[in-house]
DNA sequence: GGCGGCTGGTCCATTCAGTGGAACGCGGTC
DNA sequence: GACCGCGTTCCACTGAATGGACCAGCCGCC
Protein backbone atom coordinates (compact mmCIF):
# COMPACT_ATOMS: atom_id res chain seq x y z
CA UNK A 1 0.00 0.00 0.00
CA UNK A 2 1.94 3.15 -1.19
CA UNK A 3 -0.16 6.11 -0.91
CA UNK A 4 1.33 9.70 -1.66
CA UNK A 5 3.44 9.89 -4.46
CA UNK A 6 7.45 9.32 -2.99
CA UNK A 7 10.59 9.48 -5.19
CA UNK A 8 12.03 6.41 -3.76
CA UNK A 9 11.77 2.73 -4.44
CA UNK A 10 8.78 0.83 -3.81
CA UNK A 11 9.15 -2.93 -3.64
CA UNK A 12 10.08 -4.08 -0.19
CA UNK A 13 13.50 -5.55 -2.05
CA UNK A 14 14.27 -2.37 -3.19
CA UNK A 15 13.42 0.00 -0.23
CA UNK A 16 15.93 -2.85 1.86
CA UNK A 17 18.72 -2.61 -0.21
CA UNK A 18 18.48 1.34 -0.86
CA UNK A 19 18.64 1.81 3.40
CA UNK A 20 21.44 -1.18 3.51
CA UNK A 21 22.82 0.66 0.53
CA UNK A 22 22.83 5.03 2.43
CA UNK A 23 24.39 3.37 5.67
CA UNK A 24 27.11 2.05 4.07
CA UNK A 25 27.84 5.25 2.03
CA UNK A 26 27.41 7.00 5.27
CA UNK A 27 31.12 6.08 6.63
CA UNK A 28 29.91 5.76 9.92
CA UNK A 29 26.78 5.97 11.73
CA UNK A 30 23.31 7.14 10.44
CA UNK A 31 19.45 7.95 11.59
CA UNK A 32 16.42 7.49 10.77
CA UNK A 33 15.43 10.98 9.57
CA UNK A 34 18.42 10.94 7.34
CA UNK A 35 18.37 7.27 5.59
CA UNK A 36 14.79 8.42 4.80
CA UNK A 37 15.72 11.84 2.79
CA UNK A 38 18.41 9.82 1.18
CA UNK A 39 16.48 7.21 0.34
CA UNK A 40 13.03 9.08 -0.43
CA UNK A 41 11.43 6.39 1.87
CA UNK A 42 8.86 8.06 4.19
CA UNK A 43 10.58 7.79 7.89
CA UNK A 44 7.88 5.70 9.47
CA UNK A 45 8.45 2.56 6.78
CA UNK A 46 12.29 3.17 7.50
CA UNK A 47 11.67 3.31 11.12
CA UNK A 48 10.32 -0.54 10.56
CA UNK A 49 12.81 -1.90 8.25
CA UNK A 50 15.41 -1.01 10.34
CA UNK A 51 13.67 -1.90 13.37
CA UNK A 52 13.96 -5.88 11.35
CA UNK A 53 17.13 -5.37 10.02
CA UNK A 54 18.87 -4.51 13.52
CA UNK A 55 16.14 -7.59 15.07
CA UNK A 56 18.27 -9.62 12.93
CA UNK A 57 21.57 -8.14 13.65
CA UNK A 58 21.70 -6.84 10.00
CA UNK A 59 22.66 -3.20 11.41
CA UNK A 60 22.94 -2.50 14.56
CA UNK A 61 22.03 0.76 16.62
CA UNK A 62 25.08 2.79 17.88
CA UNK A 63 25.53 5.89 20.26
CA UNK A 64 24.63 8.39 16.83
CA UNK A 65 22.75 6.19 15.08
CA UNK A 66 22.46 3.09 12.89
CA UNK A 67 25.81 0.95 11.59
CA UNK A 68 26.63 -1.78 9.70
CA UNK A 69 25.62 -5.27 12.14
CA UNK A 70 27.97 -8.57 11.92
CA UNK A 71 25.50 -10.29 10.11
CA UNK A 72 27.18 -8.20 7.08
CA UNK A 73 30.60 -9.01 7.94
CA UNK A 74 29.68 -12.45 8.10
CA UNK A 75 28.27 -12.59 4.47
CA UNK A 76 30.82 -10.30 3.50
CA UNK A 77 34.17 -12.57 4.26
CA UNK A 78 32.38 -15.26 2.95
CA UNK A 79 31.60 -13.07 -1.17
CA UNK A 80 33.13 -15.35 -4.19
CA UNK A 81 35.46 -12.95 -6.31
CA UNK A 82 37.00 -11.26 -2.98
CA UNK A 83 37.51 -14.73 -1.48
CA UNK A 84 38.95 -16.67 -4.23
CA UNK A 85 41.06 -13.64 -5.66
CA UNK A 86 42.43 -12.72 -2.16
CA UNK A 87 43.89 -16.12 -1.75
CA UNK A 88 45.06 -16.50 -4.52
CA UNK A 89 47.21 -13.06 -4.41
CA UNK A 90 48.34 -13.19 -0.56
CA UNK A 91 52.00 -15.13 -1.66
CA UNK A 92 52.15 -12.90 -4.54
CA UNK A 93 51.49 -9.90 -2.48
CA UNK A 94 54.02 -10.77 0.27
CA UNK A 95 56.89 -11.41 -2.51
CA UNK A 96 55.82 -7.97 -4.14
CA UNK A 97 55.66 -6.24 -0.57
CA UNK A 98 59.14 -7.48 -0.14
CA UNK A 99 60.36 -6.26 -3.32
CA UNK A 100 58.62 -2.64 -2.61
CA UNK A 101 57.78 -1.57 0.70
CA UNK A 102 55.00 0.56 -0.87
CA UNK A 103 51.03 -0.03 -0.80
CA UNK A 104 50.08 -2.44 -2.45
CA UNK A 105 46.25 -3.32 -3.89
CA UNK A 106 44.48 -6.36 -6.04
CA UNK A 107 41.06 -4.45 -7.51
CA UNK A 108 38.39 -5.76 -9.92
CA UNK A 109 35.80 -3.72 -12.04
CA UNK A 110 32.90 -2.91 -10.37
CA UNK A 111 30.18 -0.34 -12.75
CA UNK A 112 32.46 2.66 -13.57
CA UNK A 113 34.68 1.77 -10.66
CA UNK A 114 37.95 -0.54 -9.28
CA UNK A 115 36.85 -2.18 -5.98
CA UNK A 116 39.75 -2.96 -4.03
CA UNK A 117 39.55 -6.47 -2.80
CA UNK A 118 42.62 -7.02 -0.69
CA UNK A 119 45.30 -4.07 0.47
CA UNK A 120 48.83 -4.09 1.55
CA UNK A 121 49.69 -1.05 3.50
CA UNK A 122 52.90 0.44 2.55
CA UNK A 123 54.51 3.71 3.24
CA UNK A 124 51.76 6.12 2.08
CA UNK A 125 49.23 8.42 4.61
CA UNK A 126 46.69 8.12 4.42
CA UNK A 127 46.34 5.25 2.72
CA UNK A 128 44.71 6.01 -0.32
CA UNK A 129 42.35 2.91 -0.37
CA UNK A 130 42.06 -0.20 0.99
CA UNK A 131 39.86 -3.37 0.74
CA UNK A 132 36.10 -2.33 0.24
CA UNK A 133 37.11 1.20 -1.32
CA UNK A 134 36.06 2.12 -4.86
CA UNK A 135 38.32 4.00 -6.75
CA UNK A 136 37.47 5.94 -10.58
CA UNK A 137 38.09 3.22 -13.11
CA UNK A 138 39.70 6.18 -15.77
CA UNK A 139 42.19 8.07 -13.60
CA UNK A 140 43.46 5.00 -11.56
CA UNK A 141 46.40 2.56 -12.95
CA UNK A 142 44.61 -0.11 -11.75
CA UNK A 143 41.18 1.14 -13.94
CA UNK A 144 42.98 1.96 -17.00
CA UNK A 145 45.12 -1.62 -16.78
CA UNK A 146 41.79 -3.51 -17.24
CA UNK A 147 40.43 -1.08 -19.49
CA UNK A 148 43.17 -1.43 -22.03
CA UNK A 149 42.20 -5.20 -22.17
CA UNK A 150 38.71 -5.19 -22.08
CA UNK A 151 37.45 -5.95 -25.16
CA UNK A 152 33.59 -5.79 -24.97
CA UNK A 153 32.79 -2.67 -26.65
CA UNK A 154 29.51 -1.44 -24.76
CA UNK A 155 31.10 -2.18 -21.03
CA UNK A 156 34.10 0.28 -22.87
CA UNK A 157 31.45 3.14 -24.27
CA UNK A 158 29.73 2.87 -20.60
CA UNK A 159 33.20 4.01 -18.87
CA UNK A 160 34.02 6.32 -21.20
CA UNK A 161 31.44 8.67 -21.46
CA UNK A 162 32.96 9.63 -18.20
CA UNK A 163 35.78 11.25 -20.21
CA UNK A 164 35.60 14.56 -21.72
CA UNK A 165 35.45 14.86 -25.67
CA UNK A 166 38.63 16.44 -26.16
CA UNK A 167 40.56 13.72 -23.50
CA UNK A 168 39.28 10.66 -25.80
CA UNK A 169 41.55 10.36 -28.09
CA UNK A 170 44.81 10.75 -25.72
CA UNK A 171 43.17 8.47 -23.16
CA UNK A 172 42.82 5.98 -26.40
CA UNK A 173 46.24 6.43 -26.82
CA UNK A 174 47.12 5.39 -23.22
CA UNK A 175 45.48 2.00 -23.66
CA UNK A 176 47.36 1.22 -27.05
CA UNK A 177 50.28 2.23 -25.05
CA UNK A 178 49.38 0.18 -21.77
CA UNK A 179 48.38 -3.07 -24.38
CA UNK A 180 52.08 -2.50 -25.62
CA UNK A 181 53.52 -1.96 -22.31
CA UNK A 182 51.57 -4.28 -19.73
CA UNK A 183 51.76 -1.53 -17.30
CA UNK A 184 49.53 1.31 -16.32
CA UNK A 185 50.42 4.42 -14.75
CA UNK A 186 48.15 7.50 -12.31
CA UNK A 187 50.73 10.32 -12.25
CA UNK A 188 48.64 12.07 -9.58
CA UNK A 189 45.56 11.63 -11.27
CA UNK A 190 43.63 10.15 -8.67
CA UNK A 191 45.29 10.82 -5.25
CA UNK A 192 47.07 14.03 -4.54
CA UNK A 193 51.05 13.20 -4.67
CA UNK A 194 50.56 9.38 -5.46
CA UNK A 195 51.62 7.41 -8.23
CA UNK A 196 50.43 4.19 -9.06
CA UNK A 197 51.73 1.06 -11.67
CA UNK A 198 49.32 -1.37 -12.34
CA UNK A 199 48.80 -4.51 -14.32
CA UNK A 200 46.18 -6.74 -15.01
CA UNK A 201 45.33 -10.18 -14.64
CA UNK A 202 43.49 -11.93 -17.13
CA UNK A 203 41.61 -14.88 -17.42
CA UNK A 204 42.41 -18.36 -19.56
CA UNK A 205 40.53 -16.65 -21.84
CA UNK A 206 42.06 -13.35 -21.74
CA UNK A 207 39.65 -11.56 -20.64
CA UNK A 208 40.70 -8.45 -17.95
CA UNK A 209 39.06 -10.53 -14.17
CA UNK A 210 41.44 -7.95 -11.97
CA UNK A 211 44.49 -5.55 -11.46
CA UNK A 212 47.20 -5.55 -9.32
CA UNK A 213 49.07 -1.90 -8.63
CA UNK A 214 51.42 -0.36 -6.38
CA UNK A 215 51.43 2.93 -5.24
CA UNK A 216 54.01 4.88 -3.33
CA UNK A 217 54.66 8.69 -3.54
CA UNK A 218 55.26 10.47 -6.05
CA UNK A 219 58.45 12.38 -4.70
CA UNK A 220 59.98 9.01 -3.58
CA UNK A 221 58.66 5.98 -5.62
CA UNK A 222 60.40 5.48 -9.17
CA UNK A 223 58.00 4.38 -11.41
CA UNK A 224 59.78 2.95 -14.16
CA UNK A 225 62.07 0.61 -11.08
CA UNK A 226 58.20 -0.70 -10.42
CA UNK A 227 57.25 -1.80 -13.67
CA UNK A 228 58.43 -5.08 -13.91
CA UNK A 229 57.81 -6.21 -10.67
CA UNK A 230 54.27 -5.51 -10.90
CA UNK A 231 54.54 -7.19 -14.76
CA UNK A 232 55.71 -10.15 -12.85
CA UNK A 233 52.98 -10.07 -9.80
CA UNK A 234 50.23 -9.73 -12.41
CA UNK A 235 51.82 -12.68 -14.36
CA UNK A 236 52.10 -15.08 -11.23
CA UNK A 237 48.42 -13.88 -10.26
CA UNK A 238 47.21 -14.76 -13.31
CA UNK A 239 48.57 -18.17 -13.28
CA UNK A 240 47.17 -18.80 -9.79
CA UNK A 241 44.14 -18.31 -10.99
CA UNK A 242 44.39 -20.36 -13.78
CA UNK A 243 45.19 -23.23 -11.72
CA UNK A 244 42.64 -22.59 -8.83
CA UNK A 245 39.78 -22.61 -11.54
CA UNK A 246 41.08 -26.42 -12.54
CA UNK B 1 -0.72 -12.97 -1.77
CA UNK B 2 0.50 -16.26 0.50
CA UNK B 3 -2.17 -18.98 -0.68
CA UNK B 4 -0.87 -22.71 0.05
CA UNK B 5 0.61 -23.14 3.55
CA UNK B 6 4.26 -23.38 3.95
CA UNK B 7 6.59 -23.62 6.33
CA UNK B 8 8.99 -20.65 5.39
CA UNK B 9 8.82 -17.28 6.26
CA UNK B 10 6.21 -15.23 4.83
CA UNK B 11 7.25 -11.67 4.64
CA UNK B 12 9.86 -10.26 2.22
CA UNK B 13 12.35 -8.97 4.52
CA UNK B 14 12.13 -12.26 6.41
CA UNK B 15 12.76 -13.89 2.86
CA UNK B 16 15.01 -12.00 1.59
CA UNK B 17 17.51 -12.60 4.75
CA UNK B 18 16.43 -16.36 5.10
CA UNK B 19 17.95 -16.90 0.96
CA UNK B 20 20.74 -14.79 1.98
CA UNK B 21 21.87 -16.85 5.07
CA UNK B 22 21.06 -20.23 3.15
CA UNK B 23 23.74 -19.09 0.43
CA UNK B 24 26.47 -18.21 3.14
CA UNK B 25 25.80 -21.39 4.97
CA UNK B 26 26.67 -23.51 1.34
CA UNK B 27 30.38 -22.86 1.94
CA UNK B 28 30.37 -21.95 -1.76
CA UNK B 29 27.38 -22.05 -4.63
CA UNK B 30 23.87 -23.42 -3.96
CA UNK B 31 21.14 -23.62 -6.46
CA UNK B 32 17.41 -22.01 -6.52
CA UNK B 33 16.13 -25.63 -5.75
CA UNK B 34 18.61 -26.14 -2.52
CA UNK B 35 17.01 -22.66 -1.20
CA UNK B 36 14.00 -23.29 -2.12
CA UNK B 37 14.31 -26.71 -0.06
CA UNK B 38 16.05 -24.89 3.13
CA UNK B 39 14.18 -22.05 3.55
CA UNK B 40 10.47 -23.53 2.35
CA UNK B 41 10.27 -20.55 0.01
CA UNK B 42 8.24 -21.67 -2.67
CA UNK B 43 10.60 -22.29 -5.53
CA UNK B 44 9.06 -20.13 -7.68
CA UNK B 45 9.39 -17.06 -5.49
CA UNK B 46 13.09 -18.13 -4.98
CA UNK B 47 13.89 -17.75 -8.36
CA UNK B 48 12.40 -14.28 -8.88
CA UNK B 49 14.23 -13.08 -5.54
CA UNK B 50 17.17 -14.44 -6.59
CA UNK B 51 16.89 -13.05 -9.66
CA UNK B 52 16.58 -9.09 -8.28
CA UNK B 53 19.32 -10.02 -5.47
CA UNK B 54 21.67 -10.92 -8.52
CA UNK B 55 20.55 -7.88 -10.10
CA UNK B 56 21.43 -6.00 -7.50
CA UNK B 57 24.93 -7.24 -6.60
CA UNK B 58 23.95 -8.62 -3.82
CA UNK B 59 24.25 -12.61 -5.36
CA UNK B 60 26.17 -13.46 -7.95
CA UNK B 61 25.89 -16.19 -10.58
CA UNK B 62 28.45 -18.82 -11.15
CA UNK B 63 29.07 -21.67 -13.05
CA UNK B 64 27.87 -24.67 -9.81
CA UNK B 65 25.28 -21.90 -8.74
CA UNK B 66 24.60 -18.55 -6.91
CA UNK B 67 27.14 -17.01 -4.51
CA UNK B 68 27.49 -14.04 -2.43
CA UNK B 69 27.91 -11.14 -4.90
CA UNK B 70 30.69 -7.70 -4.43
CA UNK B 71 27.61 -6.08 -2.23
CA UNK B 72 27.77 -7.72 0.27
CA UNK B 73 31.34 -7.74 0.17
CA UNK B 74 31.47 -3.88 0.53
CA UNK B 75 28.53 -3.69 2.98
CA UNK B 76 30.64 -6.04 5.38
CA UNK B 77 33.98 -4.30 5.44
CA UNK B 78 32.37 -1.23 6.81
CA UNK B 79 30.48 -3.22 9.61
CA UNK B 80 30.87 -1.73 12.77
CA UNK B 81 32.34 -3.70 15.65
CA UNK B 82 34.79 -5.51 13.36
CA UNK B 83 36.37 -2.79 11.88
CA UNK B 84 36.73 -0.71 15.11
CA UNK B 85 37.66 -4.00 16.64
CA UNK B 86 40.46 -4.83 14.03
CA UNK B 87 41.79 -1.51 13.72
CA UNK B 88 42.77 -1.55 17.53
CA UNK B 89 43.69 -5.03 17.49
CA UNK B 90 46.31 -4.61 14.22
CA UNK B 91 49.68 -3.97 16.36
CA UNK B 92 48.47 -5.71 19.56
CA UNK B 93 48.26 -9.04 17.04
CA UNK B 94 51.74 -8.09 15.41
CA UNK B 95 53.34 -7.69 19.13
CA UNK B 96 51.30 -11.12 20.10
CA UNK B 97 52.56 -13.08 16.82
CA UNK B 98 56.30 -12.33 17.26
CA UNK B 99 56.23 -13.68 20.91
CA UNK B 100 54.13 -16.38 20.37
CA UNK B 101 54.22 -17.30 15.82
CA UNK B 102 50.97 -19.08 16.39
CA UNK B 103 47.45 -18.87 15.37
CA UNK B 104 45.40 -15.76 16.85
CA UNK B 105 42.23 -14.31 16.64
CA UNK B 106 39.95 -11.65 18.21
CA UNK B 107 36.44 -12.80 18.57
CA UNK B 108 32.68 -11.05 19.54
CA UNK B 109 30.18 -12.94 21.37
CA UNK B 110 26.99 -13.88 18.68
CA UNK B 111 23.90 -15.56 20.01
CA UNK B 112 25.98 -19.12 21.30
CA UNK B 113 28.92 -18.54 19.59
CA UNK B 114 32.12 -16.04 19.48
CA UNK B 115 32.34 -15.23 15.91
CA UNK B 116 35.69 -14.22 14.72
CA UNK B 117 36.55 -10.30 13.45
CA UNK B 118 40.54 -10.46 13.25
CA UNK B 119 42.50 -13.42 12.88
CA UNK B 120 46.53 -14.00 11.77
CA UNK B 121 47.59 -17.19 10.29
CA UNK B 122 50.40 -19.56 12.86
CA UNK B 123 51.82 -22.97 12.43
CA UNK B 124 47.97 -24.89 12.43
CA UNK B 125 46.72 -26.11 9.47
CA UNK B 126 43.99 -26.41 8.83
CA UNK B 127 43.38 -22.99 9.99
CA UNK B 128 41.03 -23.80 13.12
CA UNK B 129 38.90 -20.65 12.36
CA UNK B 130 39.30 -17.27 10.89
CA UNK B 131 37.69 -14.10 10.24
CA UNK B 132 33.86 -14.69 9.42
CA UNK B 133 33.67 -17.75 11.21
CA UNK B 134 31.73 -18.69 14.43
CA UNK B 135 32.97 -21.13 17.03
CA UNK B 136 30.93 -22.26 20.06
CA UNK B 137 30.94 -20.06 23.20
CA UNK B 138 31.43 -22.91 26.02
CA UNK B 139 34.00 -24.80 24.48
CA UNK B 140 36.20 -22.34 23.30
CA UNK B 141 38.41 -20.48 25.45
CA UNK B 142 37.47 -17.29 23.83
CA UNK B 143 33.99 -17.94 24.68
CA UNK B 144 34.81 -19.38 27.88
CA UNK B 145 36.44 -15.96 28.56
CA UNK B 146 33.66 -13.50 27.57
CA UNK B 147 31.33 -16.12 29.59
CA UNK B 148 33.63 -16.09 32.86
CA UNK B 149 32.79 -11.79 32.73
CA UNK B 150 29.47 -11.66 31.65
CA UNK B 151 26.89 -10.53 34.54
CA UNK B 152 24.19 -10.58 32.08
CA UNK B 153 22.14 -13.93 34.25
CA UNK B 154 19.89 -14.12 31.10
CA UNK B 155 23.03 -14.12 28.23
CA UNK B 156 24.45 -16.59 31.05
CA UNK B 157 21.75 -18.41 31.01
CA UNK B 158 20.83 -18.71 27.59
CA UNK B 159 24.18 -20.05 26.72
CA UNK B 160 24.33 -22.65 29.73
CA UNK B 161 21.52 -24.60 28.15
CA UNK B 162 23.89 -25.93 25.68
CA UNK B 163 25.45 -28.05 28.68
CA UNK B 164 24.30 -31.51 30.25
CA UNK B 165 23.12 -31.11 33.88
CA UNK B 166 26.18 -32.98 35.42
CA UNK B 167 28.61 -30.95 33.57
CA UNK B 168 27.27 -27.74 34.58
CA UNK B 169 29.06 -27.37 38.23
CA UNK B 170 32.50 -28.27 36.73
CA UNK B 171 32.08 -25.52 33.94
CA UNK B 172 30.57 -23.29 36.57
CA UNK B 173 33.89 -23.90 38.42
CA UNK B 174 36.12 -23.19 35.41
CA UNK B 175 34.79 -19.62 34.83
CA UNK B 176 35.45 -19.20 38.67
CA UNK B 177 38.63 -20.30 38.09
CA UNK B 178 39.21 -18.06 34.60
CA UNK B 179 37.82 -14.85 36.32
CA UNK B 180 40.35 -16.01 38.94
CA UNK B 181 43.40 -16.29 36.43
CA UNK B 182 42.27 -13.87 33.78
CA UNK B 183 43.15 -16.31 31.61
CA UNK B 184 40.82 -19.22 30.01
CA UNK B 185 42.22 -22.59 27.96
CA UNK B 186 40.18 -24.86 25.59
CA UNK B 187 42.34 -28.07 25.93
CA UNK B 188 41.32 -30.07 22.64
CA UNK B 189 37.90 -29.06 23.52
CA UNK B 190 36.45 -27.87 19.61
CA UNK B 191 39.33 -28.90 17.65
CA UNK B 192 41.24 -32.26 17.87
CA UNK B 193 44.76 -31.71 18.81
CA UNK B 194 44.60 -27.89 19.41
CA UNK B 195 44.86 -26.23 22.26
CA UNK B 196 43.74 -22.40 22.78
CA UNK B 197 44.52 -19.72 25.20
CA UNK B 198 42.44 -16.43 25.58
CA UNK B 199 41.77 -13.39 27.61
CA UNK B 200 38.67 -11.29 27.66
CA UNK B 201 38.87 -7.70 26.49
CA UNK B 202 36.69 -5.15 28.57
CA UNK B 203 34.96 -1.85 27.71
CA UNK B 204 35.04 1.23 30.07
CA UNK B 205 32.06 -0.43 31.82
CA UNK B 206 33.87 -3.76 32.74
CA UNK B 207 31.78 -5.39 30.40
CA UNK B 208 32.99 -7.87 28.01
CA UNK B 209 33.40 -7.33 24.67
CA UNK B 210 35.73 -9.38 22.86
CA UNK B 211 38.36 -11.94 23.62
CA UNK B 212 41.85 -12.46 22.12
CA UNK B 213 43.79 -15.78 22.18
CA UNK B 214 46.64 -18.04 20.97
CA UNK B 215 45.69 -21.12 19.95
CA UNK B 216 48.55 -24.10 19.12
CA UNK B 217 49.27 -27.72 18.27
CA UNK B 218 48.54 -29.48 21.59
CA UNK B 219 52.22 -31.36 20.88
CA UNK B 220 54.12 -28.62 20.51
CA UNK B 221 52.51 -25.22 22.85
CA UNK B 222 53.15 -24.28 26.33
CA UNK B 223 49.85 -22.96 27.00
CA UNK B 224 51.91 -22.24 30.64
CA UNK B 225 53.87 -19.38 28.55
CA UNK B 226 51.25 -18.39 26.75
CA UNK B 227 49.13 -17.17 29.47
CA UNK B 228 51.07 -14.41 30.74
CA UNK B 229 51.10 -12.95 26.89
CA UNK B 230 47.77 -13.46 26.50
CA UNK B 231 46.44 -11.57 29.52
CA UNK B 232 48.89 -8.77 28.59
CA UNK B 233 47.42 -8.40 25.05
CA UNK B 234 43.97 -8.30 26.29
CA UNK B 235 45.00 -5.35 28.46
CA UNK B 236 46.48 -3.74 25.31
CA UNK B 237 43.59 -4.37 23.77
CA UNK B 238 41.25 -3.21 26.60
CA UNK B 239 43.14 0.20 26.60
CA UNK B 240 43.48 0.95 22.66
CA UNK B 241 39.73 0.63 22.61
CA UNK B 242 38.66 2.84 25.33
CA UNK B 243 40.84 5.96 24.12
CA UNK B 244 39.24 4.94 20.30
CA UNK B 245 35.76 5.95 21.83
CA UNK B 246 37.15 8.87 24.01
C1' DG C 1 15.32 -40.82 -31.19
C1' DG C 2 12.05 -40.65 -27.52
C1' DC C 3 11.02 -40.37 -22.83
C1' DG C 4 11.27 -38.99 -18.15
C1' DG C 5 13.13 -36.23 -14.68
C1' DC C 6 15.10 -32.16 -13.06
C1' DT C 7 16.22 -27.32 -13.31
C1' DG C 8 15.19 -22.38 -13.51
C1' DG C 9 12.15 -18.86 -15.38
C1' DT C 10 7.70 -16.54 -16.49
C1' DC C 11 2.83 -15.51 -16.10
C1' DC C 12 -1.29 -13.28 -13.90
C1' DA C 13 -5.77 -13.62 -10.99
C1' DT C 14 -5.75 -13.23 -6.28
C1' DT C 15 -4.85 -11.63 -1.63
C1' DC C 16 -2.75 -10.26 2.49
C1' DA C 17 1.70 -8.17 3.84
C1' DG C 18 3.07 -3.69 3.87
C1' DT C 19 1.90 0.86 4.09
C1' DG C 20 2.52 6.00 5.73
C1' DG C 21 0.01 9.98 7.66
C1' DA C 22 -1.19 10.99 12.11
C1' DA C 23 -0.41 10.93 16.76
C1' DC C 24 2.57 10.25 20.54
C1' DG C 25 6.47 10.42 23.84
C1' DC C 26 11.02 11.95 24.73
C1' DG C 27 14.89 15.03 25.01
C1' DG C 28 17.10 19.32 24.15
C1' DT C 29 17.05 24.30 23.62
C1' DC C 30 15.58 28.99 24.50
C1' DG D 1 6.54 26.37 29.29
C1' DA D 2 6.72 26.25 24.34
C1' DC D 3 8.80 24.62 20.39
C1' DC D 4 11.34 21.55 17.55
C1' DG D 5 13.22 17.36 15.96
C1' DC D 6 13.76 12.58 16.61
C1' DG D 7 12.08 7.82 16.48
C1' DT D 8 8.10 4.75 17.28
C1' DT D 9 3.48 2.83 16.89
C1' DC D 10 -1.06 2.29 14.93
C1' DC D 11 -4.54 0.47 11.54
C1' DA D 12 -7.92 1.11 7.44
C1' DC D 13 -6.62 0.52 3.02
C1' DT D 14 -4.45 -1.23 -1.20
C1' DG D 15 -1.15 -2.51 -4.57
C1' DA D 16 3.13 -5.23 -4.37
C1' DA D 17 3.98 -9.87 -4.00
C1' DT D 18 2.47 -14.21 -4.77
C1' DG D 19 3.03 -19.41 -6.29
C1' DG D 20 0.72 -23.09 -8.97
C1' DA D 21 0.83 -24.03 -13.58
C1' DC D 22 3.23 -24.13 -17.52
C1' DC D 23 7.29 -23.80 -20.44
C1' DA D 24 11.95 -24.52 -22.38
C1' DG D 25 16.30 -26.54 -21.89
C1' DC D 26 19.42 -30.04 -20.47
C1' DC D 27 20.86 -34.60 -19.21
C1' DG D 28 20.76 -39.52 -18.81
C1' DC D 29 18.79 -43.79 -20.04
C1' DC D 30 16.70 -47.30 -23.00
Redesign the interface.
Known sequence: MRSAPHDGPVS???R??AI?DTV?EA?G?TTITRIALATGIPKSTVSR?VG??VR???L?R?EDGV????R???????????RRLGLAALPVLAELFNATGEHLNVA?Q?GPDM?S?ISVRGRLRPVPSR??V?VPSITTALGKAVLAFTEDESALAGVMTGIDRYRRRPFERELAAIRMEWVAIDRCETFPGVVGVASPVLSPERVPVAAISVAGPVSDMDANRMMPLVRHAALALTHRLASQVA
Open positions: VLDILLRHALDLQRYMAVIGLLFELGVRASTPVELVAGR
